[in-house]
């Protein structure tokens, strides 16, 4: 429950950080901002502050700036002329669209630092929580061989063992064999001799050797300097893993859509993206790290969503930009219309 509720404040978080971006760099630059809302739609509440009006509206799909100039069809009021947009030269208009993008990779690498440093990550260990009495009706090779909760184990077979992992991998290949343990106990070498079970498993029957101990979990932190480091390898991991997703949804869209209208459920399921309420159940299934994780990756993935240089994504005004900065005259916001307007429907399709 605790994790699900993180995974959705994490997302609210994330809108309104991503609009303060736009936010507060265009008011750097004295652009005049009327609008700072969560949500699309009818107003659910709003106050005045000043020049801008801040609210909650009543479709929480998002959030928005309304800077002044920056909508090409607006007409701006003589009092406001100097504080547009559209008048601001190239690099004050970058600061602006891509200050919202940079946010998510900078909230991204600051939760991974705390996952890594502060809260730190839950791992298995092979000191064992808890020994299984027994399975289908008969005692576990652990409990027949006198394994007890505290017990370490770091040897199977003469092999050593570190992590949870190499431990399970040598049980699983070791079906009815009795196997010499190295345990620690009260801070001194035993060693126990356990015969494995042969349990079967989807591939094969009676091919996997099990013990019957639970494992115990420790966490492990690293040091700042280590936690920084780790979490700008994580951002960039999950930039390649987000590259993969994003490519996967665009060439599945066909698939998608397919599946949705048929009335395909099982082929659905294999091809629907996760939504947001989606991702708020997969919070709530696991512990606050992995929550926070959750909401780091969903920022590296909307971050790399809203670069691409289609309009109105924070990447296609960038473009804009550019494209008037290299041309030296206004774009045709004529010709904008139609990429905008296939923008707004593959979300409405993505939506459905």
Known sequence: MIGGLIVLLGIIAMVMIHEAGHFFAAKAF????????FGFGPRLWSTQRGETEYGVKAIPLGGYVRIIGMNPYEEVEPDDEGRTYRERPFWQKSIVVLAGVASHFVVAFVLFFVVNSLIGITERTTTISEVQATI?????????????????????????????????????????????????????????????????????????????????EA????????????????????????SRGMWQLFTGLGDLLSATFGGDDEGLDEVRPTSFVGLVGLGSQGDATFAVQIVALVNVFVGLFNVIPLYPLDGGHFSVALY?????????????????????????????
């Open 30 to 37: 004295g652009m005049k901002a009327t609008e700072f809302f």
């Open 136 to 216: 289908d009706g008969r005692a576990t090779p652990a409990a027949e061989a006198g394994l007890e909760a505290g017990d370490r184990i770091v040897s199977i077979a003469g092999i050593p063992v570190e992590t949870w992992t190499d431990l399970t991998s040598e049980i699983v290949d070791l079906p009815g064999e009795t196997v010499a343990l190295g345990v620690i106990r009260d801070g001194r070498e035993i060693e126990l001799t356990p015969t494995l079970l042969a349990r079967d498993t989807a591939e094969c029957e009676a091919c996997a050797g099990y013990l019957g101990v639970v494992s115990g």
């Open 219 to 242: 966490k492990n932190r690293s040091n700042p300097i280590a936690g920084m480091v780790d979490a700008g390898g994580q951002v960039v991991d999950a930039v390649a893993v987000s």
């Open 324 to 352: 008037e900065k290299v041309r030296g005259r206004p774009a045709d916001v004529q010709k904008l219309a139609p990429i905008a307007a296939a923008v707004v429907i593959f979300f409405v399709l993505l939506g459905v």
